[in-house]
């Protein structure tokens, strides 16, 4: 939680007018009393995984033998609060505001709305604590609500209510019922599923942004992907460093659908992290979107332990001569092998950048080296990609190999086009890293009009 830079500069342009230099010694805790403003004197981490700096401001609130802290959003809300001065900042041992209880729970003097603050930088948005079921359901403590001005409250935008749903959407999301549970995976996992989301009504999204939580990194993931009905929709998102989210644009998701959200992880080991669709307005669509926000997925752990690598290689002919109206034709083979750890083979994705009109390359299948059926297709799509999703996935002892085959119905209306297909540089497996060693096409397929009789 990168913030509160411009309270640093205030307060070092506060000490150049007056004249005087304050060097900051730690403070005894016991030298903090309720309403001081304190800083922390090193960067730490909150359970929640928002990292707080030595410029960030707090006010505490002790109550009986509870002590809390509120972050100052910035410094036109601290200048709001006449009794507030900047040289009254009392610097005081990271550990022991780490050691306060965070509250974000506030209500305007003269309001009786209770509303929940999430900061974001120098801005952040407050939901609505709608009634007193909400308050208890999130197991809330009245003695951390602290009571604030208008200017601070509406220095916060407006979100989603903390438990109601929003009324009116033809549209809503909710978590799928086989969500991944709290689990811990591979650290450098690849094809992770960190939530699932169930969209019911009618509609189209068009875009979402996913943000990261927990006590965990940006840095522990590579790439961030979403899936329906365990096609990838788009190539991979980066996480924002600064604000923790991954917009997704372009998306083209029809309700009613389940969507994944995937991840390539390269994490530091002990690292906690998950996602979250945090309010309303992380969602555009066509249609009115409706949800009980935020929705959190649950945390996965990372643990010390590589994932397995395989090793992905072209096998038998590098190119096929096929009639036109073949069925079942083989059209190409690869060869899995995996290396340093057994490995679990759950989908491939492969892109075609040949000639052939792609949506006539009908009815593929998926088979094993002794010719069982393990996943199917019913065409390329119009984008080239074809995916093949295995139902019961193949588990790889370490250092063995498997070879598979792809077949179709080749329905192509001229002669002389071609298939040539590629497995993508970025493919997925279920816990375990693949090492793609080359990028030659997996096979080239030249298609050739019958003869006539």
């Not at 304190?38 to 006010?59: C, H, K, M, Q, R």
Request: with cysteine; charged share 15%.
């Amino acid at each position: 939680m990168k913030k509160f830079i411009s309270i640093s500069l205030a307060i070092t342009t506060v000490m150049w007018l007056v004249g005087t230099y304050f060097v900051y010694a730690p403070v005894a805790k016991a030298a903090v009393v309720d309403g001081d403003i304190v800083s922390p004197d090193a960067t730490f981490t909150d359970a929640d995984g928002n990292t707080y700096y030595p410029y960030d401001v707090f006010i505490v609130k002790l109550v009986g033998t509870k002590t809390f802290k509120r972050l100052v959003l910035n410094p036109q809300v601290f200048d709001s609060y006449g009794h507030l001065k900047w040289s009254n900042i009392k610097k005081i041992a990271a550990t022991t505001v780490a050691g306060y209880t965070t509250s974000s729970l506030t209500r305007e003097i003269n309001d009786t709305k209770v509303y929940k603050l999430v900061p974001d930088g120098d801005t952040g948005t407050k939901q609505w604590v709608e009634d007193l079921a909400c308050f208890t359901s999130k197991a809330y403590d009245w003695d951390s609500v602290y009571i604030i001005n208008a200017t601070d409250r509406d220095n916060y935008s407006t979100g989603a209510s903390v438990c109601g749903t929003v009324s009116g959407g033809a549209m809503t999301l909710s978590l799928a019922s086989d969500t991944p549970g709290a689990a811990t995976v591979p650290k450098n996992a690849y094809g992770t599923t960190f939530m699932k989301i169930n969209i019911s009504g009618s509609g189209t999204i068009s875009q979402m942004t996913i943000t990261r939580k927990g006590a965990g990194s940006v840095e522990d993931f590579d790439d961030l992907y979403i899936y329906e009905n365990n096609i990838r929709l788009t190539t991979g998102r980066s996480i924002s460093s600064a604000t923790s989210k991954a917009t997704f644009i372009g998306l083209g998701i029809n309700a009613p659908t389940t969507i994944e959200i995937v991840a390539d992880l390269s994490a530091t080991a002990g690292n906690q992290d998950y996602f979250s669709i945090e309010s309303v307005s992380d969602v555009t669509a066509n249609a009115t979107v409706g949800g009980s926000f935020p929705l959190n997925g649950n945390p996965l752990s990372m643990s010390g332990t590589d994932a397995g690598t395989l090793t992905v290689e072209r096998s038998g002919s590098t190119a096929y001569n096929v009639d036109i109206g073949t069925q079942e034709a083989e059209i190409s083979a690869f060869k899995l092998t995996s290396n340093t750890e057994g490995a679990i083979f759950k989908r491939i994705q492969l892109f075609n950048s040949g000639d052939v009109t792609n949506s006539l390359i009908t009815n593929l299948k998926l088979k094993d080296n002794e010719g069982n059926t393990v996943a199917t297709a019913s065409k390329i799509g119009d984008g080239g990609y074809v995916t093949f999703v295995l139902s019961t996935p193949y588990s790889l002892v370490k250092g063995t190999s498997r070879i598979f085959h792809i077949y179709a119905d080749i329905g192509a209306n001229k002669p002389d086009r071609t298939i040539v297909l590629y497995l993508e540089k970025l493919i997925f497996w279920q816990l375990a890293q693949p090492l793609v060693t080359e990028c030659k096409p997996l096979s080239l397929i030249i298609l050739v009009a019958p003869q006539l009789p």
